[in-house]
C-alpha cells in the first residue's frame, strides 16, 4: 500500500508561534499604552501629573485606546497585513509595559530645584480662615501680601508639606501649586526653625508651632512635628 500524501499538520508550538506572528504589535503597543494610563489612574499616581478635573478625561482615552486598538488586534488576525517598523513598535510597547511594572517615583525635592517659585496672584488665600486653617499656601500668600506681616507674630500655625531644601542648605516646609498639571507646578515653601535636627528631604510632615521672626523675615517656630503619608492629592490647585 502506497505511503499518504497527505500533508502532516504542525506541531502546537509552531502554531502558537505562527498565530501570534498574525498579531498587528502596533495594536497590541496601544493596548499597553492604553491601560498604563487606566492603571495610573486607579493607582491614584495621576494625582502626581494632573490636576483633578483631568483624571476622568485621561482615564476615559486610556480605555478609549485599549477599546480601539483591541479592535484593531482583532481585525489584524483575522486579515494579517505586513508589519511597519516592527523595532520602534515593539520599543514603544515595551516602555508601556515597563511604566506598569516599575510606576515612577517621583521627588518633589528635584522637581522643585528645576522651578521657579510660585507667584500667589489670583490664587484663594486663607484671610477669613482662622490661623489654625490655614494651609500653608494660604500663610505665604498672607506674608507676601500683608502691609505689615510683623502682625502675624505669635499667631498658631498648623501646616503639612514636604521637606525642602533650599539652596542655602536650610530645609523649609513646602508645597506645588498646579493649575494644570505637573509642567506649570510650582513652588511655595515657609521658613521652618526646627525643634531639633532638621527632617529628611522630601519627608511629609505636619508642623504645628506659631509665627516668629527668622533672620530672613517671617518663620514657622515648629513646636510639633509629626511625619504623614503623602496625601492622595499633593497638590495645591
Keep these: 500500500?502506497?505511503?499518504?500524501?497527505?500533508?502532516?499538520?504542525?506541531?502546537?508550538?509552531?502554531?502558537?508561534?505562527?498565530?501570534?506572528?498574525?498579531l498587528d504589535p502596533a495594536a497590541l503597543a496601544g493596548i499597553l499604552l492604553g491601560a498604563s494610563l487606566v492603571q495610573a489612574w486607579l493607582a491614584g499616581r495621576l494625582d502626581l501629573l494632573l490636576a483633578p478635573a483631568f483624571h476622568l478625561l485621561v482615564a476615559g482615552a486610556g480605555a478609549l485606546l485599549v477599546a480601539a486598538s483591541g479592535a484593531a488586534l482583532v481585525q489584524s488576525w483575522r486579515r494579517p497585513r505586513p508589519l511597519r517598523r516592527p523595532r520602534q513598535t515593539a520599543l514603544l510597547?515595551?516602555?508601556?509595559?515597563?511604566?506598569?511594572?516599575?510606576?515612577?517615583?517621583?521627588?518633589?525635592?528635584?522637581?522643585?530645584?528645576?522651578?521657579?517659585?510660585?507667584?500667589?496672584?489670583?490664587?484663594?488665600?486663607?484671610?477669613?480662615?482662622?490661623?489654625?486653617?490655614?494651609?500653608?499656601?494660604?500663610?505665604?500668600?498672607?506674608w507676601r501680601s500683608a502691609p505689615d506681616p510683623a502682625g502675624f507674630l505669635g499667631e498658631e500655625v498648623r501646616i503639612s508639606g514636604f521637606v525642602l531644601e533650599r539652596p542655602d542648605g536650610s530645609r523649609s516646609l513646602a508645597r506645588l501649586v498646579v493649575r494644570c498639571c505637573l509642567a506649570d507646578a510650582t513652588p511655595v515653601d515657609l521658613a521652618v526653625r526646627w525643634p531639633e535636627q532638621p527632617p529628611a528631604v522630601d519627608a511629609w510632615l505636619e508642623v504645628s508651632g506659631v509665627v516668629g521672626a527668622g533672620p530672613e523675615g517671617l518663620e514657622v517656630v515648629a513646636a510639633s512635628v509629626r511625619p504623614i503619608p503623602r496625601p492622595s492629592q499633593p497638590f495645591d490647585t
Design 1 to 22: 500500500m502506497p505511503p499518504s500524501s497527505a500533508p502532516v499538520p504542525p506541531p502546537p508550538h509552531q502554531r502558537r508561534l505562527r498565530a501570534a506572528a498574525r
Design 93 to 142: 510597547a515595551l516602555v508601556a509595559l515597563l511604566v506598569m511594572l516599575l510606576p515612577p517615583r517621583p521627588s518633589f525635592s528635584l522637581l522643585v530645584a528645576n522651578r521657579s517659585s510660585a507667584a500667589l496672584e489670583g490664587l484663594t488665600a486663607g484671610f477669613a480662615l482662622p490661623p489654625a486653617e490655614r494651609s500653608l499656601v494660604d500663610w505665604a500668600r498672607l
